[in-house]
């Protein structure tokens, strides 16, 4: 079975902390994905990876960054963590093929910033 | 811009009920829709569809695609307390492999 793990289940940050959120896949996945989750908003895309050192920006970037020095991990960064960005935030992975879009999870990170 | 819109947003039932849920979409150069449940944790996968009027089928739930009307329905037959979830729609963005979600409904079943 796949498995995409993050680091933290639940996690809490004062404003202005730099926050890192941790990601590995154990299936050799070239697409890595970063969602953040709000109720009402659904899950929004931040940022993906479709290989090593190769990043693109999503829907919503602002206040992010990321990174993916090898194949397995992609870490999502928090610069200066603000209040705004409380929220429930979901990694994934993907094959990269052109007929399976499906993506692999993990369970999630619910951060809260004070 | 691609869209996908889930309806209803949030379902209360009572178990033993046939349910319907809605996903309709608007995407360039459509590729599939994906349906996934999530219930505490992780969004887990529950179907592809790439072909219209073809079912897809797994045990009470089913789906299937409309390609000329732009839309997919879920069908749970029989719920149980253990389908309480959110289901999410999803579908590939054109020429990427980014997937653009609904808001996704909400499903509680109660005894």
């Known amino acids: 079975d796949v498995k995409v793990t993050q680091s933290s289940r639940y996690l809490v940050k004062r404003t202005g902390e730099k926050v890192f959120l941790e990601c590995v896949q154990d299936m050799d996945h070239e697409n890595m994905f970063w969602y953040r989750q709000d109720p009402g908003l659904g899950l929004r895309l931040i940022y993906f990876s479709y290989d090593v050192k190769m990043k693109e920006k999503g829907d919503i970037p602002e206040g992010y960054s990321v990174s993916r020095e090898k194949k397995e991990r992609f870490s999502l960064i928090l610069e200066s963590a603000s209040t705004n960005q409380t929220s429930m935030y979901l990694c994934?992975?993907?094959?990269?093929?052109?007929?399976?879009?499906?993506?692999?999870f993990g369970s999630g990170t619910q951060l809260s910033v004070l | 811009e691609d869209k996908v819109v889930q309806s209803p947003l949030s379902l209360v039932v009572h178990e033993g009920d046939t349910v319907t849920l809605n996903c309709s979409y608007e995407v360039t150069n459509f590729r599939s829709l994906l349906w996934y449940k999530q219930e505490k944790k992780a969004p887990t996968f529950l179907f592809m569809l790439t072909s219209s009027g073809i079912e897809k089928k797994s045990g009470r739930l089913s789906s299937i695609l409309d390609k000329k009307e732009l839309f997919s329905i879920l069908n749970i037959t029989a719920t149980q307390t253990g389908d309480s979830a959110i289901y999410l729609c999803a579908a590939p963005s054109a020429g990427s492999y980014q997937l653009t979600f609904g808001k996704g409904t909400k499903l509680s079943v109660i005894p």
């Open positions: 994934a992975s993907s094959l990269w093929s052109a007929t399976n879009e499906k993506l692999f």
